[in-house]
């Protein structure tokens, strides 16, 4: 098995286990629980072969719908030994995400040949599921968070691309990006490393507005 590949089972594994997670903090039926670690498990890498018009991996490969389920499963009757499921749920998460990130990109690398392409890809699959879990649980989105998230899956698809496109060994070059992304993620949990965020300023009063352009304009 190819690193790449590896990398690929454990973002969909991982994936489903927060998805699994999210259900157990709203006490769903384990039916609920498999909805929800398929979704995230497999949310991210549909949305990326959709859009690359390839043929989705899980509808080509079964096996990925039987990860999710086996990992909804396990996590319905350990969940309740986790002393914090949701530090689990952002650390795993933060594992997915940098597993994801570089297969998604090495994805669209592959179907394309465009570097550009595959960093979005690696940025989709790597952020999707994580979006849609929360969505469906009303949750909190990860997106909303002030800590760094989607820039952790690009500079994981950068780093892999980047590397590949210097000649580098593809283990090697997956390897440096997995690993970046994800001590890029661990910096923004651990430390709250974070973008600059845009600072609003208050907007103009439309009846002042007004008067100034007629003012300007007398005619």
């Given at each position: 098995?190819?690193?790449?590949?590896?990398?690929?089972?454990?973002?969909?594994?991982?994936f489903a286990v927060t998805g699994a997670l999210v259900a157990s903090r709203k006490q769903l039926d384990i039916i609920g629980f498999i909805f929800l670690a398929m979704v995230t498990?497999?949310?991210?890498?549909?949305?990326?072969?959709?859009?690359?018009?390839?043929?989705?991996?899980?509808?080509?490969?079964?096996?990925?719908?039987?990860?999710?389920?086996?990992?909804?499963?396990?996590?319905?009757?350990?969940?309740?030994?986790?002393?914090?499921?949701?530090?689990?749920?952002?650390?795993?998460?933060?594992?997915?995400?940098?597993?994801?990130?570089?297969?998604?990109?090495?994805?669209?690398?592959?179907?394309?040949?465009?570097?550009?392409?595959?960093?979005?890809?690696?940025?989709?699959?790597?952020?999707?599921?994580?979006?849609?879990?929360?969505?469906?649980?009303?949750?909190?989105?990860?997106?909303?968070?002030?800590?760094?998230?989607?820039?952790?899956?690009m500079v994981g698809g950068l780093i892999y691309v980047g590397i590949l496109g210097a000649g580098v060994d593809q283990f090697v070059a997956a390897g440096l990006g997995f690993i970046?992304?994800?001590?890029?993620?661990?910096?923004?949990?651990?430390?709250?490393?974070?973008?600059?965020?845009?600072?609003?300023?208050?907007?103009?009063?439309?009846?002042?507005?007004?008067?100034?352009?007629?003012?300007?304009?007398?005619?």
């Open positions: 098995m190819s690193i790449v590949i590896f990398l690929d089972f454990v973002g969909v594994t991982l498990g497999t949310g991210g890498g549909t949305v990326r072969d959709l859009i690359l018009g390839v043929p989705v991996f899980w509808v080509e490969q079964p096996l990925f719908i039987l990860v999710c389920t086996v990992a909804a499963v396990l996590t319905f009757f350990i969940a309740h030994f986790l002393e914090s499921r949701y530090l689990w749920l952002l650390w795993l998460d933060a594992v997915a995400l940098a597993a994801y990130a570089v297969f998604g990109a090495y994805k669209g690398l592959l179907v394309t040949g465009s570097p550009v392409i595959a960093v979005v890809m690696g940025v989709l699959t790597g952020g999707l599921g994580g979006v849609f879990r929360d969505i469906l649980a009303s949750e909190p989105s990860v997106l909303m968070r002030k800590d760094i998230y989607l820039a952790a899956a970046l992304a994800f001590l890029t993620r661990s910096g923004a949990l651990a430390y709250g490393w974070s973008m600059p965020a845009y600072r609003s300023r208050p907007g103009r009063d439309p009846e002042v507005s007004l008067d100034a352009a007629n003012r300007n304009n007398p005619d």
